[in-house]
């Protein structure tokens, strides 16, 4: 079954605009991973919160977590063309799986 | 250094037919991980392997689903009598693992596309 629960399923804006992205999940975790996926093949890693962090930044990325509300959010500053992409987050697990648990994904569209 | 590497990278068979995926994970990475991506659904979790043992098989979906690693390096991951339900992207994953339960990031390949006629 799905971890994680991700808001909006779509989500549409203009070139230079910030993109928000949330993220729930359902269990306690070790951390948080956050990936952009381009035409459906591979993805590429983006950020990773733990459990004890609040808050991470990278670039024009920035990721909160909230474990009192199981929710995670990821922001994209100023954004570009090239971040047309699906955004998922995964959840690791605690209990020594090291499985990750992926979200359905947000599809970001930046128009030009 | 080069990253995962799978292939092949496309395959299209026929319904009944046995394939078999690899996944050559970044030299040294200690854990390699299967997921699943099916159309219209989010990644799911097949099988990892620490080492050349895998101590989680939980997604695998049916005893139709196998995978080895040999040498603690690369790994396939063989489908048989495959189904029309079996066609998805199969995404190969690996990490290095440095403490005892953590996850550290997985670094994924570019996955195999499997269309089963």
């Known amino acids: 079954s799905q971890q994680g629960e991700e808001d909006p399923q779509a989500l549409s804006i203009q070139e230079g605009e910030n993109a928000t992205m949330n993220c729930s999940y359902k269990?306690?975790?070790?951390?948080l991973q956050w990936y952009r996926q381009n035409s459906g093949r591979g993805l590429v890693h983006l950020i990773l919160i733990r459990s004890n962090e609040r808050e991470k930044h990278s670039g024009r990325l920035r990721v909160t977590l909230d474990t009192s509300k199981k929710s995670s959010s990821l922001l994209i500053t100023a954004s570009r063309a090239a971040d047309t992409a699906s955004y998922f987050c995964?959840?690791?697990?605690?209990?020594?799986?090291?499985?990750?648990?992926f979200g359905q994904g947000t599809r970001l569209t930046i128009n030009p | 250094g080069a990253g995962v590497s799978q292939s092949p990278s496309n395959k299209v068979t026929e319904k009944g037919k046995d394939v078999e995926l690899r996944c050559d994970p970044i030299?040294?990475?200690?854990?390699l991980y299967w997921y699943r991506q099916s159309l219209g659904q989010g990644l799911e979790f097949l099988i990892y392997f620490q080492g050349n043992s895998a101590p989680d098989k939980s997604g695998l979906p049916s005893d139709r689903f196998s995978a080895e690693r040999t040498g603690g390096s690369v790994s396939t991951l063989t489908i048989q009598r495959t189904q029309q339900e079996d066609s998805a992207v199969y995404l190969c994953a690996s990490s290095f693992l440095s403490r005892g339960l953590s996850t550290d990031t997985q670094y994924f390949g570019p996955g195999t596309r499997l269309t089963v006629l």
């Open positions: 995964a959840t690791a697990i605690i209990q020594g799986a090291q499985k990750l648990v």
């Open positions: 030299s040294g990475h200690t854990a």
């Open positions: 269990t306690s975790i070790n951390n």
